[in-house]
């Protein structure tokens, strides 16, 4: 029998993950994960080269006739309808600029030009991979975060992110938005946390674990995650009102430091009369892998056309 299969594709700043997932049971099939460093500098034939190799390793691993396509997760900016690549001026896949994505892995994977590439937001793919089958999948209305790297969000109604409209900020997403003098990027990232450590002590840290780590006997690493939960709380609170949010999930590396920073956070989000209920994801990457392979399902590919190209 025929399975309804479809892959799912999560591009990061330095690696592709993708495995094959059952659109009928909303499931990663984990037997099929497959992961590839990235060197994102390379040249584009390179970078191809890698996820292609990735995505064939998960085709291998199941009949090609149950699968429906390809989904990817893909960093902006990117031209979510036509799969062409837009980044440049930024330290990552310049050299993709330009190219249409889809021609080329479906051209490296050597099958047929029928075969399906589609495409989403990173952020967006995360938040309707936990409105499909996450945390949020009970509700109607969410906002999902990423905190890591960079300060990921996406906004979904009935399974569909919102990305214009009063209820929501210009792109459907708040990290371009003003904050403490920067944007919000700069203040909900692993850049904040090691910059603000380095300026309170000194010292050189790697990462927002190791900070977490401290923090059991450093007060300043303690005061790090309080200003941080306060911040997020404060910066959060009048979008989550707004678009009158059931839930807010958040992912990313920090997100597993919640402990640290997760009263704070909450106590902010009830002062400032914000009642959404806050959940942990516990899909964690695979809602990302999830939310691409979505756009399989025939009729969510319908109703996030609107979507694509404002994303």
Not at 62 to 69: A, L, R, T
Not at 153 to 166: E, N
Not at 288 to 302: E, Q, R
Request: charge should be neutral.
């Amino acid at each position: 029998m025929i399975r309804n299969i479809a892959i799912g594709a999560d591009i990061g700043g330095s690696h592709i993950s993708c495995a094959a997932v059952d659109l009928n049971a909303g499931k990663v099939l984990r037997d099929t994960f497959s992961e590839r460093a990235v060197n994102n500098q390379a040249q584009a034939v390179e970078i191809i080269s890698v996820w292609a190799s990735c995505l064939a390793d998960v085709l291998n691993k199941i009949s090609f006739n149950d699968v429906k396509g390809i989904g990817f997760a893909m960093p902006g900016p990117f031209d979510y309808v036509n799969g062409i690549c837009l980044i440049r001026g930024v330290a990552k896949y310049e050299n993709l600029y330009g190219f249409n994505i889809a021609d080329a892995i479906v051209s490296s994977l050597e099958v047929e030009e029928s075969f399906k590439a589609r495409f989403m937001n990173d952020a967006s793919s995360f938040a309707v991979g936990e409105a499909w089958a996450g945390k949020a999948s009970k509700v109607n209305r969410s906002m999902s975060i990423t905190l890591g790297t960079g300060f990921g969000s996406a906004f979904i109604k009935d399974r569909i992110p919102v990305v214009d409209g009063h209820e929501v900020p210009k792109l459907g997403c708040v990290y371009h938005l003003p904050f403490n003098g920067a944007i919000a990027d700069e203040s909900f990232s692993t850049r904040w946390f090691i910059g603000s450590y380095k300026k309170a002590t000194g010292k050189d840290v790697q990462g927002v674990k190791e900070i977490a780590d401290l923090a059991t006997r450093d007060k300043v690493a303690q005061g790090l995650f309080t200003e941080f939960g306060d911040n997020l709380g404060i910066f959060l609170s009048p979008w989550l009102k707004k678009f009158q949010a059931e839930m807010l999930v958040i992912g990313g590396n920090i997100s597993y430091a919640y402990n640290l920073f997760g009263k704070v956070f909450e106590a902010r989000l009830a002062k400032e009369k914000c009642y959404c209920k806050v959940e942990i994801s516990n899909l964690k990457e695979d809602a990302a892998l999830l939310g691409s392979a979505y756009l399989f399902d025939n009729n969510f590919w319908k109703a996030v056309q609107h979507a694509l190209p404002l994303m």
